[in-house]
């Protein structure tokens, strides 16, 4: 069974812009029609089910680039995942899938997790088991011995290892690879943040060796030397892209530069709780980092949206709590929705399955309550969901 949705605004991150008085018909899980809602209505075959949201904005359902299902943002979420069974974690893992979903998100993906859950997560929900969004999965990620989340399970001594890694994650159906490049801040020790844990020719070996199986590889860098050795490398996303140099912030002109020119995502990775967080690192420090993005942008690179979901603090339910910093530093709001949809999708790969409102795309779909072209608050109230062409009500978000 079909489906008519109708709002006050529709934005279908194409180059076609925003429609006043738009609508989606919707039949056997794609999108039908798109367009002025007087002609979409007329498209609609006699019976078919409506959902009129004359207040709303109608738009593409959003897409989370960087989430960790395995860890439930809490201040100890590392500490009960070493402690978690695999049935415990799954269990919490298909919670947070439903809590995504809730908040207007139907694909993510999922940069590094324990054994491979979110693997048989993705396949549970697509199987129709479980609801939840779309599920990109990398498996556990790969890092040094000791390094960065080594107690996912992903440590790799040397360059063969990490070679028959990348080949056991395309035996076992990971949709990409997740590469450590540099240390994090979450794990004691090992490398620090900023630091490499992997040479330039180890990541280009990973690289080369996920490229030849056809996965993408995202990675993960915080230090301005393992962007360089990643960029260098061609890996397809870079996550977080912090520029760091020891404690200094040192952005690379020349390395933005490459990484425009080679059409690789970043990433910046934005907690919901992006105030508070600034307020813990020190407003300055913070501003310093958050200036990179406004930077990237005006060098044209690629910038995806995701928020490190499962990190402290970093909630499932308010994806767009991070849009906000955007709307603060300036980011046209069209382009934040852009990033949240038809650019991280196509940065995915997946551009050709979801992320914009057209003929033939899944119908993948988010109404939020007001105009969100106003302000992105908008989006941090879902009405309603549609996912695959199957609707889904969020509970009311308490306050
Ligand atoms: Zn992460």
Redesign the pocket.
């Known amino acids: 069974m079909g489906m008519l949705v109708t709002a006050g605004l529709l934005v279908t991150a194409t180059p076609e812009g925003p429609i006043r008085d738009g609508a989606v018909l919707v039949g056997e899980g794609l999108i039908r029609a798109a367009g002025p809602r007087d002609q979409v209505e007329a498209l609609a075959p006699p019976g078919t089910p409506r959902h009129d949201f004359p207040g709303g904005t109608l738009l593409p359902g959003l897409i989370n680039c ?1 989430v ?1 299902l395995v860890f439930d943002a809490s201040m100890d979420g590392m500490g009960k995942v070493r402690e978690a069974d695999d049935l415990s974690l799954f269990l919490g893992m298909a919670d947070r899938a439903r809590r995504l979903l809730d908040s207007g998100v139907t694909t993510v993906r999922d ?2 997790d324990r054994g491979g859950l979110s693997l048989r997560l993705r396949d549970a929900i697509a199987g129709g088991l479980l609801r939840g969004p779309r599920v990109l999965a990398a498996g556990p990620p790969l890092t040094v011995p000791g390094g960065h989340c080594w107690y996912l399970g992903g440590e790799v001594a040397d360059e063969a290892a990490l070679r028959a890694a990348v080949r056991a994650r395309a035996e076992q159906g990971a949709d990409l690879v997740k590469l450590m490049v540099t240390g994090g801040q979450t794990t004691s020790g090992g490398a620090g943040m900023s630091e490499s844990q992997f040479t330039p020719e180890q990541v280009r070996a990973a690289v080369e060796e996920a490229h030849r199986l056809g996965l993408p590889v995202a990675a ?1 860098a915080h230090g301005t030397e393992g962007i360089a050795a990643a960029a260098a490398a061609g890996v397809d996303t870079i ?2 892209c912090t520029w760091l140099t020891g404690d200094a912030y040192d952005p690379r002109e020349d390395v933005a530069a490459l990484i425009a020119s080679r059409g690789i995502a970043v990433c910046p ?1 934005t907690s919901p709780g992006w105030r508070a967080m600034a307020r813990w690192i020190g407003e300055e420090r913070a501003a310093l980092l958050q200036s990179r993005l406004p930077w990237m942008r005006d060098l044209g690179v690629r910038l995806v949206m995701g928020t ?1 979901a499962g ?1 402290p603090g970093s909630v499932f339910d308010d994806f767009a709590g991070s849009f906000t910093l955007y709307e603060e530093l300036g980011f046209a709001r069209e382009r934040i929705i852009e990033m949240a949809t038809s650019g991280a999708a196509d940065a995915l790969g997946i551009g050709g399955e979801t992320g914009r409102i057209a003929e033939g795309l899944s119908a993948d779909l988010l109404v939020a309550d007001g105009d969100a072209l106003a302000t992105v608050e908008a989006l941090r109230r879902p009405l309603f969901v549609v996912k695959d062409g199957v609707a889904h009500v969020p509970p009311p978000r308490p306050e």
């Open positions: 960087h960790h940069l590094g993960h996550e977080h990775t490190d990190l």
